[in-house]
């Protein structure tokens, strides 16, 4: 089971990205990938990971934390096997490695902190400069 993220970079404030989490492995074959909520999170240099978005298995609800709402828009396409997060009006304080997660609890538990984690990608780098 691996979760890849692509579409990290480097970008100017008040530029755009879009960041793709593609699912594969034995686990998310057929109907399965739509049984976990997925989440981005992202962790800037010396700080630690923090949430920023998580979607329910359907896609019909999401969470974003403050910092990013209203910029980043997360949806996701069951029938790739994939989830995308936009991210408009990028802020230099949004540079951070942005991973990937997923989860067969709640996305709202996910928003709360206290969702569990099955997989996690192992990030793609995204650099906003002043």
């Known amino acids: 089971e691996q979760l890849d993220e692509s579409g990290g970079g480097l970008v100017q404030a008040g530029g755009s990205l879009k960041l793709s989490c593609a699912a594969s492995?034995?686990?998310?074959?057929?109907?399965?990938?739509?049984?976990?909520?997925m989440a981005w999170y992202r962790q800037a240099p010396g700080k630690e990971r923090e949430f920023v978005a998580a979607t329910s298995w359907s896609g019909s609800t999401t969470y974003y934390a403050d910092s990013v709402k209203g910029r980043f828009t997360f949806s996701r396409d069951n029938a790739k096997n994939t989830v995308f997060l936009p991210m408009n009006a990028l802020k230099p304080e949004d540079t951070a490695v942005y991973y990937c997660?997923?989860?067969?609890?709640?996305?709202?538990?996910?928003?709360?902190?206290?969702?569990?984690?099955?997989?996690w990608g192992k990030g793609t780098l995204v650099t906003v400069s002043s």
């Open positions: 997660a997923a989860s067969l609890s709640h996305a709202y538990d996910m928003f709360r902190g206290v969702g569990a984690i099955k997989y």
């Open positions: 492995g034995g686990t998310f074959i057929g109907s399965t990938f739509a049984s976990y909520a």
